[in-house]
């Protein structure tokens, strides 16, 4: 039987929130994803937001992400500008603008039924804990036949998403594996430093 193409699609900010309290590294992450995927990823894509476009400050991650292995994870990464919402206090009526993420759940819904439809897969690995795309994936699985793979923590994965999951990979199950090597991560920043 011919391998099956699999792409792996990430919403960054559901990943950074989870990374907060367990920092991961996404090489080992996508290592070990590929293990349980029973050979390599076709196409991975990051998907997030940024501040400003143009003077991202996370530019050097983003870099990272786009390098491929042994440095990096070679990853397609698609960001969207944060939009600015006015918002006041209905206590004390005070104005304030609140960041917030704008895109990127669309994103990654269109891309999933684009990539589907365009027969780029046969197995979508999904990194995201929103059941707002259950939608997408309900079209991708019971129309285009295509297998569906979720990925996430079990704090906060979407059991709209889990029923429709042919298999769920729990981050919580990866650790030490995907931990980031504190010592190493020393070592390398100190040779850039050099």
Not at 23 to 48: C, H, Q, T, V
Not at 152 to 159: E, F, K, P
Request: aromatic share 10%.
């Amino acid at each position: 039987m011919e391998p099956r193409k699999t792409v792996w699609i990430v919403d960054g900010a559901y990943l950074f929130n989870y990374g907060r309290n367990r920092p991961f590294d996404y090489l080992k992450l996508k290592e070990e994803i590929e293990r349980a995927n029973g050979g390599p990823i076709y196409e991975s894509y990051y998907l997030n937001t940024a501040p400003d476009l143009s003077t991202d400050s996370q530019n050097a991650f983003h870099s990272w992400l786009k390098s491929a292995p042994p440095r990096g994870p070679k990853m397609r990464v698609q960001l969207y500008a944060l939009k600015d919402l006015n918002c006041s206090c209905t206590s004390c009526g005070h104005g304030f603008t609140r960041s917030m993420q704008k895109g990127v759940d669309v994103g990654i819904a269109t891309l999933i039924i684009k990539l589907a439809a365009q027969g780029v897969y046969d197995r979508l690995i999904l990194s995201a804990g929103d059941g707002d795309f259950e939608d997408a994936i309900q079209y991708i699985k019971s129309e285009l036949h295509k297998e569906f793979w979720l990925h996430g923590a079990m704090a906060n994965l979407s059991t709209d998403l889990q029923c429709y999951a042919d298999e769920v990979l729990w981050m919580d199950d990866m650790h030490p594996t995907i931990d980031k090597d504190k010592e190493k991560d020393k070592d390398k920043e100190r040779e850039r430093a050099q």
